[in-house]
């Protein structure tokens, strides 16, 4: 499978709890973004990376929220203390150009 | 900071019917990009548009740029229950700027 990936697919947690996601890019793929989505929007914009620098955060991401991408390679995003107003879908896209979206990681905060 | 708009925000057309949603944006775009997502899906790459004015065609899609690269049209000729889905435009301010989504126009066909 040659597309973007992204893990776990679904992740239900309790409020307070920490969670972290993956995402692996399409292989030389430079620039990777995250987004979240919420029913009956678009995607926000959350966080991008041109190889391993993470080039621009958005506002929406607080403290709680922190994104890295060690190797240039795959990616992660964790974010701490769960809110349930953190509910939503994460998708993560790769890019040389145009972006390629990643299945998406259905959080769901109790 | 950047904002891209849609318009419709929900459109219902009877199967055969033509379908345009609207994208503008409140900067001028380096280039703005198309995405469909079907229900429960995540948004699949349709087309970027890059120059000025420029018009692309997909069989029955039409994607135009305007002359500003401030707004962009997609338009669909004789939909079919195929197209059910949501639209997103997207843009970024230059080639190197984030890109930012639309909220996009759900496209529901009636038969």
């Known amino acids: 499978d040659t597309g973007v990936s992204q893990n776990p697919r679904h992740k239900i947690t309790k409020r307070g709890q920490n969670v972290t996601f993956r995402c692996d890019p399409i292989s030389e793929h430079n620039r990777l973004y995250w987004y979240r989505q919420t029913l009956g929007q678009g995607p926000e914009f959350l966080t991008y990376f041109q190889n391993e620098a993470q080039l621009e955060k958005s506002r929406l991401l607080s403290d709680r929220f922190s994104a890295e991408r060690p190797k240039g390679s795959f990616s992660t995003l964790e974010i701490q203390r769960t809110e349930q107003g953190d509910s939503a879908m994460y998708l993560c896209a790769s890019s040389p150009r145009d972006s390629f979206f990643g299945p998406g990681t259905r959080l769901t905060v109790l | ?111």
């Open chain 2, 1 to 111: 900071g950047q904002q891209v708009m849609q318009i419709p925000q929900y459109q219902h057309v009877q199967e055969g019917e033509d379908f345009t949603t609207y994208c503008n944006s409140s900067t001028t775009l380096s280039n703005i990009q198309w995405y469909k997502q079907r229900p429960g899906g995540h948004p699949v790459f349709l087309i970027q548009l890059v120059k000025s004015g420029e018009v692309k065609k997909q069989k029955r899609l039409t994607f135009q740029f305007g002359e500003a690269k401030k707004n962009s049209s997609l338009h669909i000729t004789a939909t079919q229950t195929t197209d059910v889905g949501t639209y997103f435009c997207a843009g970024s301010g230059n080639r190197d700027d984030k890109i930012i989504f639309g909220k996009g126009t759900r496209l529901h066909i009636l038969p």
